[in-house]
T-cell receptor
């Protein structure tokens, strides 16, 4: 398996523009997570999906952020309009359903998208 | 709610020296514990994890970590550091979370420790 795939790897845009980040989870995983990493706040969970359904979006900072998962192999995180404070590295991760005491319980991370909003 | 503290923001060691990165967690039950490494411009790679059994766990790249319940710690160690180990290291605690109505494995990360290796 190629692992979690994210695109683009780098994105530079101007304030006010729409930005779409993409993620392909590992095949068979039923959970997908979007994280944001900044120097000030570290790694934050933005939203997660279970079987393509958004479950908890309490980490999404504002209404400017939205995420979708139209099928089991694709998810997007959209920022509209983008602002300079959205500059960060955005990670997608996926996992199987965790089973108590299972050695398979972990999350697999993609390489991230470095977003710069000018 | 669970939390993780990595007391050292930045550590510098010489190549060949031993390394210990500290991690303290807070959680009411036995947690799942993880160490991830992030090289510059890269994603997070799992080094090792603990969920039960032997409290000394071996990972990739020659790393090991020891779970000490009495100290709520899960420190990462390596006997001899290589220049390629320079990276940022994250400790994480995993636990079931019921937010949103489903139970899933939620990871809570520490702030990270940046490791610099001098030749």
């Amino acid at each position: 398996d190629a692992g979690v795939i994210q695109s683009p790897r780098h994105e530079v845009t101007e304030m006010g523009q729409e930005v779409t980040l993409r993620c392909k989870p590992i095949s068979g995983h039923d959970y997908l997570f979007w994280y944001r990493q900044t120097m000030m706040r570290g790694l934050e969970l933005l939203i997660y999906f279970n079987n393509n359904v958004p479950i908890d979006d309490s980490g999404m900072p504002e209404d400017r952020f939205s995420a979708k998962m139209p099928n089991a192999s694709f998810s997007t995180l959209k920022i509209q309009p983008s602002e300079p404070r959205d500059s960060a590295v955005y990670f997608c991760a996926s996992s199987f359903t965790w089973v108590e005491w299972s050695s398979y319980n972990e999350q697999f991370f993609g390489p991230g998208t470095r977003l710069t909003v000018l | 709610a669970q939390s993780v503290t990595q007391p050292d923001i930045h550590i510098t060691v010489s190549e060949g020296a031993s390394l210990e990165l500290r991690c303290n967690y807070s959680y009411g039950a036995t947690p799942y514990l993880f160490w991830y490494v992030q090289s510059p411009g890269q994603g997070l790679q799992l080094l090792l994890k603990y969920f039960s059994g032997d409290t000394l766990v071996q990972g990739i790249k020659g790393f090991e970590a020891e779970f000490k319940r009495s100290q709520s710690s899960f420190n990462l160690r390596k006997p001899s550091v290589h220049w390629s180990d320079a990276a940022e290291y994250f400790c994480a605690v995993g636990a079931w979370d019921d937010a949103g109505g489903t139970s899933y494995g939620k990871l809570t990360f520490g702030q990270g420790t940046i490791l610099t290796v001098h030749p």
